[in-house]
């Protein structure tokens, strides 16, 4: 009883000198303020171009070479019957090995947008993307969404560690409205 108190009253007091922070957007964790290299911004944003590449030639080996060993890519998943969308990731060897079985005609994915924030040998990158996919040429399909990228600089080169990413959800549109043709017309969307 008097030891797990004791534990009890060191945790609070090692609780007591810990602070919780909210880092300022585009900063790492604590809020302590970082100056962007630019060279390394663009070496990152190189990477990220080879791997929208690769996605749209599906040359899947090379997008394959696009992350380190062992990366993930995660979406939420919402399986028929099923309330809540789950969390489904996937080894990019996994990925790679599975991929060549689309069967699209049509494929492009785009970066449109994207914030960068690198440290180091790290970085993160939020990429707004436009996808178009269509197993004809008349039924290609546009969509929006958000890619999520944690990179890591090993010996020279930029690696995607992990990817998520989220399709456009309804109700929250990515891509702005167009306006309006004319009177009472309604918005296109692009």
């Known amino acids: 009883m008097i030891v797990n108190r004791t534990l009890l009253a060191l945790a609070l007091v090692a609780l007591s000198a810990c602070r919780l922070e909210r880092a300022p957007a585009g900063h790492p964790g604590g809020g302590y303020a970082v100056e962007p290299d ?16 690769a996605v749209t030639a599906r040359d899947w ?3 394959g070479r696009s992350f380190l060993p062992h990366a993930t890519i995660t979406d939420l998943q919402q399986e028929p019957g099923a309330s ?8 990019i060897e996994a990925f790679v090995a599975r ?16 914030i960068i924030v690198t440290y180091g040998p790290l970085a993160d990158a939020w990429v ?3 996808a178009r996919i269509g197993v004809r040429k008349d039924s290609v ?21 992990s990817l998520a990413f989220q399709n456009e959800l309804p ?3 990515i891509a702005p409205a167009a306006p309006a043709t004319s009177a009472g017309s309604p918005p296109a969307r692009r």
């Open 61 to 63: 080996k090379l997008l």
């Open 171 to 173: 109700g929250q549109p």
């Open 38 to 53: 630019s060279a390394d911004i663009a070496e990152v944003n190189a990477a990220l171009r080879g791997y929208y590449a």
């Open 84 to 91: 809540v969308p789950r969390p489904r990731t996937v080894a």
């Open 128 to 130: 707004t993307y436009r």
């Open 141 to 161: 399909v546009t969509r929006f969404g958000i890619d999520a990228f944690h990179l890591m600089k090993v010996a020279g080169r930029w690696g995607i560690v």
């Open 99 to 114: 991929a060549g079985r689309v069967r699209a005609s049509s494929f492009l994915d785009e970066p449109l947008h994207s």
